[in-house]
């Protein structure tokens, strides 16, 4: 008994502070408060520093309570900390202390430093870290934090503005890229236009050499009618002798007409002809070779080329859109008032549904025939879409130019699509091979053109001409929409330049068309929305004029429409060639007939 008091005497002495002798064993408890009653379970908390005076105030950065006499000492300890000292009943916490991974519930309120892990009082008492040098658990707690703090200091004020430079620096060089790349891009563009120069020459002297063979065979061929068209020239006329010597009774006669039937029956020799065959040359060979070249024609006679039968009916010749006439006075068929305060554009989802876009964030789609809501779709960034289309599959797909990006909404829910740096989308269209055709303009509003996407992936860009000139104005309140005719040419309405541009799927300049006088209000010519039909007709809003200007697929106008429009933006066609167009001035929306 002696042996077990002397222990936890030294014990006490050595190790422990005050507050640590609250344990759980019972053994301790009491033996403790035999040997002084300032650890008694029931006597108040004593200062860490002097272990005296009774605990007034707690230091929230080293975790240790002090009295009021021991705060400046503590404060002036380490004046590398800011210290909070704050009244004890303020304190924001109470360590925790671990539980002793051998000792089932034993708290651990000692570290031993060899083994590098918190023990318990058992464990000190089992004599397993006997001569260890143990350290109290809080101040080891206090050196851990010590480390952190530095550790976040140095994340604070070093690390992470080091990283703010990087991500800064890289951002840089990803627009000086962009830069560079655009400029490596328009120097490859116009050294292909080039080639394309020598490539036109080159088709358009293969085209001749066709033409030549062509005109060769027909001639041969032609030649070989003359000769059997003579022949059933002759074969007629000696029907008719024939006939004659049956009806004649003068047998003289009859005896003299000899038949040449036996002459008739060798029918002629067959002409075939080989057509010659393009040949593409292979890449590394020279330009002309690089092209193609083409074999040389030849002639064969076939005797038995021809067989008696009977004449076979002609293949159909293939399916092509029927040939509808302008009406000398379109009709509007109906309005609907969408709603809006001003209207812009629409995009034809179907004979009866349309998307509609005005003034705010809001996308409707309406039915046509009975002029009923039937939903909205409000962009994703709360902003005003630039222009709206439906895809093939029947998707919508809307610009946001404040936010860069080209969207889809399918099963009303708004994908990104396309996120632009430098550049700004503005018109959008859906064409025949599925793809998307994004008219966008550069930040500084120098520079416009006409992007392909295939998905997300850049296919084509068309800016310009074949002199190097742009095709399209540049500015920052300057309109542009977009629409792809059935021969596949590109048509771009260019508010600025007051001209419709239209370009063949290549890229190359087709032609511009800017306007026809008289114009019905006889002002500037201002297009705004574009359109095409079945008939290939190219269809814009003129929006200074309150009419529909009509031209062809080579730019040439053919009629007005003009039906008491108010200040005409967007425009669509359904499958059965009716027009809509979208109101600005009224905000309705009007489906035009125009097509016989």
């Not at 929230?60 to 705060?71: A, E, F, K, M, R």
């Not at 490859?188 to 490539?199: L, Q, V």
């Amino acid at each position: 008994m002696a042996s077990d008091i002397q222990f936890y005497f030294l014990l006490y002495q050595n190790i422990f502070w005050p507050q640590t002798c609250i344990l759980i064993n019972a053994k301790f408890l009491c033996l403790c408060e035999m040997m002084d009653p300032r650890t008694s379970a029931q006597d108040v908390m004593r200062c860490d520093l002097c272990e005296t005076s009774v605990v007034q105030m707690h230091c929230d950065t080293c975790l240790v309570n002090l009295c009021t006499v021991c705060v400046g000492k503590h404060m002036i300890s380490d004046e590398s900390k800011k210290h909070e000292v704050v009244p004890f009943k303020l304190r924001k916490s109470t360590p925790l202390y671990p539980i002793c991974t051998s000792h089932n519930k034993e708290q651990c309120i000692m570290y031993c430093k060899q083994c590098d892990i918190p023990v318990c009082s058992d464990c000190i008492e089992s004599n397993q870290h006997l001569c260890h040098e143990l350290s109290k658990i809080l101040r080891v707690l206090n050196e851990k934090k010590d480390i952190i703090i530095k550790e976040r200091n140095e994340l604070n004020g070093t690390i992470y503005p080091t990283y703010q430079d990087i991500a800064s620096d890289v951002q840089n060089r990803m627009s000086q890229l962009e830069m560079e790349y655009g400029d490596l891009s328009t120097a490859i563009t116009k050294h292909g236009e080039d080639w394309h120069r020598e490539i036109d020459k080159l088709v358009k002297k293969l085209k001749a050499e066709v033409d030549e063979m062509k005109n060769t065979q027909l001639q041969t061929l032609q030649k070989h009618l003359d000769e059997i068209n003579k022949t059933m020239s002759d074969i007629k006329d000696e029907i008719h002798s024939l006939e004659i010597a049956i009806d004649t009774n003068d047998l003289s006669k009859l005896f003299s007409v000899t038949p040449n039937v036996q002459i008739y029956r060798n029918l002629p020799h067959k002409i075939t002809l080989s057509l010659p065959e393009f040949i593409p040359g292979k890449i590394h060979e020279e330009l002309c070779k690089l092209f193609g070249t083409l074999s040389p024609s030849s002639f064969t006679s076939d005797k038995n080329g021809y067989s008696m039968k009977t004449t076979q009916k002609s293949p159909e010749a293939g399916s092509s859109p029927p040939v509808k006439q302008l009406l000398d006075e379109p009709k509007t068929v109906t309005t609907i008032d969408t709603g809006y305060r001003e209207l812009y554009r629409v995009s034809c989802l179907s004979d009866d549904e349309i998307w509609t876009r005005g003034n705010d964030s809001t996308m409707k789609l309406f039915s046509i025939n009975q002029g009923s809501l039937l939903k909205s779709i409000t962009t994703r960034s709360g902003n005003i879409p630039y222009n709206i289309a439906v895809t093939k599959s029947g998707d919508l797909v809307y610009t946001d130019y404040s936010d860069r990006t080209v969207n889809i909404v399918k099963n009303e829910k708004i994908e990104e699509v396309i996120r632009l740096q430098n550049w700004e989308p503005r018109g959008v269209c859906s064409i025949s091979s599925g793809d998307l055709l994004v008219i966008m303009v550069s930040d500084d509003y120098k520079q416009t053109k006409v992007v392909r996407y295939s998905g997300s992936t850049e296919k084509q860009t068309i800016q310009f001409d074949d002199k190097g000139k742009p095709l399209y104005s540049s500015g920052l309140y300057y309109t542009y929409y977009i629409t792809e005719n059935r021969n596949l040419d590109i048509c771009v309405s260019d508010s600025e330049a007051n001209a419709v541009v239209v370009v063949n799927q290549a890229g190359k300049l087709r032609f511009r068309y800017t306007g026809h006088t008289p114009a019905p209000k006889n002002q500037l010519f201002y297009p705004q929305g574009i359109t095409t039909d079945s008939q290939s007709h190219i269809l814009t809003a003129d929006h200074n004029n309150d009419c529909v200007h009509i031209i062809d697929q080579d730019g040439q106008f053919l009629h007005y429409i003009d039906c008491g429009l108010s200040q005409p933006y967007g425009l669509c066609t359904d499958t059965n060639d009716n027009l809509f167009v979208a109101q600005c001035g009224n905000r309705q929306m009007k489906k035009i007939k125009y097509l016989q």
